[in-house]
């Protein structure tokens, strides 16, 4: 049970000290060092072992998991419209936050998936950077239309030049210049601390989660039904491609994992900057306060159980 | 000490905006700004998360009585519906009137 | 731009009390501040260690005339003869006054 | 000699660069995180070890140790009123502070003892979270009587959703939970770098001390001779208590170190908000300026011996 | 309230000369100050990088007029030509006049 | 190639960050925090060794580099001056800097010297603390004379009393008063994170660097030339020297390194205050935008070289 890792168990006295109210609080500097050093380790090791793969040979892959964010995103508009009676911004929105990947929730899979010693193909982080920005573009044309208003140069700047790509990107780059043998160096640094460092990262999350509280009682039940129901929904997409593009099991789950966070970084910078009107507190809540703490408890090894499952099929 | 009177215009609002509201200000003509971090509470609700999305900012501008209007009109027009926003305006004296006056070559 | 003169109350004093500075001030009605973190000196001494106990907050409020004399008085009643504070109240113009009138159903 | 313990030296450091007024600066940010660290790695290493105990059995140990909090503050009082001649206020904080504990200065301990392969029972860190409170409120009683006027629930929960008890819990429960093995993962993090982080933290501890001469000037001698003597005075209680208790050595060298240190976190918090009219540069002067230098120097090794000599003596 | 008058003078310089500028404030007898960092931009270009070298701090001074024209005029004189530095004046009305008057035993 | 070796690549990220313009930012208690470890880090591993040498037979090689800073000081003006046409306070200031020494050169000279198993004298670290002070000192004498009217006992108190060198002296004495033993129990903080740490540190100032180029581009070509001519000639003068002295290659070439270092920490703030006059945009474009990428990337290893080939002449 993941609900016994102990980077959950961090998350969750994160939470409890919240709701107490308690002072605890994790300074910002130190915040924005922890989600740099997680975002800088998790392409670290992924650029160490992409190189053993030629992109070009991945490219039909990742054509697919760009159309996934695509199609997430373009689902969960109709459904918050219609069911959730959401103005068309906040809608759009909070489609563009789903469609969209967390990091945070990324980096627990990836600490659940090495407890469980459950195999992935490297390559799935590529997939986490192609997932942040596709979703966020649908958003937007949900919420505009395809206006020339829109500055659509200074949306692709502000997610691209976005810390959470920069990082991750950085970090792909140098892993596959310098190889597993040119980071040893750096070893100590960049792995064998990253389960201390998620923990604290999560922490702080557990804070900003149980701070979501109010919004949520006032945006009422919908929002957490949503964000219970879409995750599962997504996930079972990502499933799906994912044992549709081959990908082993673990590889499935962790796709199933991208598909069903949602962003609370780059998504909600880029909406509350290219679409204003629509309330950031109601995609927070849902994100921060519902979808991030289901996936990192029950979700994930869930998403696992299902992805055993779906190979189990065939 | 002979002093100039000038007008210094203060604007808080929400951090996820400053890159966006300094390149404003700078179309306007401002001869230069102060930036502090801040957090608060208002109609929007509270803002004091230690990242960006709950944080604010408090920017402080400068100038001649008639930049301080255009500015204040401006921002109220772009911003004030959709963000976090108060901006106040305040009489001060200063030593050198011409580092406050508007930078030539730009639009009212 | 039409203007309406309110005033701003500016607070400084020690980090220790924000909390209890804050219910207060919303008790008072107020209909938002804006919070800072501060360092200074003072007839209390130097406040300007990294921590807590040595460290300030400046705190603004932006309200109307009464309220700004109650706050003033009120703050002056609890917290001056214990605490480091000073609190010094200026003129300030706004473009919508109705965001800084006294919250409804608050004790004056 | 601990004054060759590496970790003392970077207190000496920090003490020396702040005397020379040296514009060294730990960020607050740096130090929070530190606390936030310290605090978290205690608790884990206690809980992992808690696992063995039944609370019910420990029960009356705990409510001894309480007791023990209530005394020194107890004590300290009439001593600070009568020979020191402060004001009821002052006198009480400062008492607040001498019962309560620092948990800078335990650390300091557990790296003792750790080099000296000294055992102890794994429960002293339930007895850190015990004697944080009630020392604080025997001091604001002190201060105010029993009046309705005092808001205690206020203050109850600014201690107990304090940092300081919040993390020390959350880690006590997070080690408890997860087990030895469970927390492997994050080992190296919150086990191998304690003693780094520990000689980050003296190192800020020595500037903060060195910030207190001037006000220790001005209180005059009495409260560097209290700020001796009342650490030798608690310590002995606490020796005493210990060996009652049937502690082994390094247990009651550890609750001798927790009765001697004196709070500079909780306690000025909360005395600051429940005494204002206390003076709190006189009581973080006297912990922060005499106290602390002294035990964590001098006053470890010596309750260390204290407690081997009471023990060699039955 | 019974309010005093007084005069808030608003400095905006470079971080690295905190310590000196803090030294002359108090050589001019000023009862007390109030630091804030910030970030900005003027006639010296873009201040706000993290580290010392780029940033600004934001010195806050009430005192009584006459203190206010000689801080501005000796700050003027000091540091105006060599350092990235703007200074306003602002009347406040402040509850604890003493609290504002000059320090004795210090050269004007 | 040093240009592989990771720590390296992180200051290429960054540069290309900042030069994309990107938001990422190391928050600057991060990069206070990082200056200090690695300080503290130096500090403590040249004071280990430093042990075993007797400070006296050093005495004459320690006034030797001290003369070393005041001879590239005074080198560097008059170039200044004459072909750089550069006011007499600004040429002051930048020959300062570049007298002066780069900590983070010296690091990540150190991580490469790891990496290609050479030795050197321990006491280099010594030396990193002697040439930050000189060469300032003859900046202001340059600049204005030895007037009575330079406040010479708070510049010196500014430098000494300065961050680096109270870290770098004070992990000495540490170091050496603990000895390799005594500082197992931080080992894995102060060593094995190092590498990890400088990556952190490099990142942050790629960014910097890149902050640089606007400046860069407005004082012309000449700061470039400058910024890459000064080095190589400070480089030579180093290596003789170190052979002069009778240094192991790896010693030669660290000196080399220091020697052709500029400063962007001591130097900077001394200048600001002494020479106030001289436009610090200047001194830093050169150093932080062209000296410190040249020298990480291209220098270091070019330095080594040299040392070397001037060992095999004798
Ligand atoms: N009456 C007020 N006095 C001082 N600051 C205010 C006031 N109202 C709002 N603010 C600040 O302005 C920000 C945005 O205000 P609002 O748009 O009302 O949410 C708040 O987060 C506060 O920091
Ligand atoms: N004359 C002053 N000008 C500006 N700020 C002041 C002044 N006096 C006090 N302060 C600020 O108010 C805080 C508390 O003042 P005090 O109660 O006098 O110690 C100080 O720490 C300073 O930050
Ligand atoms: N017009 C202005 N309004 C507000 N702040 C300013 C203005 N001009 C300059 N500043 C601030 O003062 C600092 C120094 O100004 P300067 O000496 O013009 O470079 C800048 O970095 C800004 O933070
Ligand atoms: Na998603
Ligand atoms: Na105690
Ligand atoms: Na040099």
Chains 1, 4, 6 share one sequence.
């Not at chain 1, 800088?40 to 053993?52: C, F, M, R, S």
């Not at chain 1, 502000?158 to 597993?180: D, N, Q, R, S, T």
């Not at chain 2, 959709?82 to 639009?107: H, Q, S």
Request: aromatic share 10%; charged share 15%; glycine share 10%.
């Amino acid at each position: 049970m993941t609900a016994l890792d102990p980077v959950i168990l961090f998350f969750l006295v994160g939470a409890a000290a919240g709701l107490a109210r308690s002072d605890l609080r994790i300074p910002s500097a130190i915040y924005d060092f922890l989600s740099i050093y997680l975002l800088l380790a998790i392409g670290l090791k992924g650029g160490v072992e992409l190189a053993q793969y030629s992109l070009v040979a991945l490219l039909p892959k990742m054509v697919a998991v760009v159309l996934l964010g695509v199609v997430l995103a373009a689902t969960a508009y109709p459904i918050l419209r219609r069911a959730g009676r959401f103005k068309r911004a906040d809608a759009a929105s909070i489609a563009a936050h789903y469609g969209s990947v967390s990091v945070g929730t990324y980096a627990v899979a990836l600490a659940y998936l090495g407890s469980q010693k459950v195999e992935f193909e490297s390559y799935m982080t590529l997939f986490l950077v192609l997932l942040e920005m596709p979703a966020i573009i649908v958003g937007v044309v949900l919420a505009r239309g395809v206006t020339a208003q829109t500055q659509w140069g200074r949306l692709l700047h502000e997610v691209f030049a976005g810390k959470a790509i920069v990082c991750l990107l950085g970090g792909l780059v140098i892993g596959w210049i310098a190889g597993g043998d040119g980071l040893t160096s750096i070893n100590e640094f960049f792995f064998d601390l990253f389960r201390g460092m998620l923990a604290l990262f999560l922490l702080e999350m557990g804070l900003l989660c149980a701070a979501q509280m109010s919004a949520l009682r006032r945006y009422g039940l919908f929002l957490i039904v949503f964000g219970v129901l879409m995750p599962l929904f997504a996930a079972v997409l990502g499933c799906g491609l994912g044992h549709l593009l081959g990908l082993s099991p673990g590889g499935t789950a962790l796709l199933a994992v991208l598909a069903a966070s949602a962003s609370y970084i780059a998504a909600p910078a880029a909406m509350r900057i290219s679409v204003p009107e629509a309330n950031p507190s109601l995609s927070l809540a849902a994100s921060l306060g519902v979808t991030f703490p289901f996936n990192v408890t029950l979700g994930i090894p869930l998403y696992l159980e299902m992805a055993k499952w779906i190979h189990r099929q065939t | 000490m002979q002093q100039h009177s000038r007008k210094l215009v203060t604007i808080i609002t929400e951090a996820v905006i400053e890159k966006e509201l300094i390149a404003t200000l700078e179309k306007l003509g401002v001869s230069g700004y102060t930036i502090a971090d801040a957090r608060g509470k208002g109609h929007r609700g509270v803002r004091n998360t230690g990242w960006e999305h709950g944080a604010n900012i408090r920017v402080e501008v400068v100038c001649e009585d008639s930049l301080a209007r255009t500015v204040a009109d401006c921002l109220k027009e772009r911003y004030y519906e959709n963000y976090a926003m108060i901006l106040f305006v305040t009489d001060v004296d200063v030593l050198r009137p011409e580092k406050f006056t508007r930078e030539r070559g730009t639009t009212p």
